[in-house]
């Protein structure tokens, strides 16, 4: 396993946009994808997007499509969300999550099979 930290949050106006990063140490060399989900109050963790470390396949939800980028570098073992046109719904407690499967050809998008996770950064969206 490795260690996540996320960093980028914070409140901002719907329409606006921010940058998560997530920095994972040791080096991330066992990693097969890296993902970032997102859990508002009340509500189940969900998927938001992933992406393979040393491949080019992305995946994201539909809420987010064409609104947020997902992208990493593999140098500074960092891993990006990219958020524009932010709207209220987006509002939720964002985490960063490594998936340590190597032997796995797709994406995931459930939360238990990721084995790795960071501590969250708080995107708040207002109206």
């Known amino acids: 396993q490795v260690q996540l930290v996320e960093s980028g949050g914070g409140l901002v106006q719907a329409g606006g946009s921010l940058r998560l990063s997530c920095a994972a140490s040791?080096?991330?060399?066992?990693?097969?994808?890296m993902g970032w989900f997102r859990q508002a109050p009340g509500n189940e963790r969900e998927f938001v997007a992933a992406i393979e470390w040393y491949g080019s396949m992305i995946l994201y939800t539909n809420s987010v499509k064409g609104r947020f980028t997902i992208s990493r570098d593999n140098a500074k073992n960092t891993v990006y969300l990219q958020m524009n046109n932010l709207k209220p719904e987006d509002t939720a407690l964002y985490y960063c999550?490594?998936?340590?499967?190597?032997?796995?050809?797709?994406?995931?998008?459930?939360?238990?099979?990721?084995?790795?996770w960071g501590q969250g950064t708080q995107v708040t969206v207002s109206s």
């Open positions: 999550a490594a998936d340590h499967q190597r032997s796995r050809i797709s994406l995931r998008r459930k939360p238990e099979e990721y084995e790795s």
């Open positions: 040791p080096r991330t060399f066992s990693t097969y994808a």
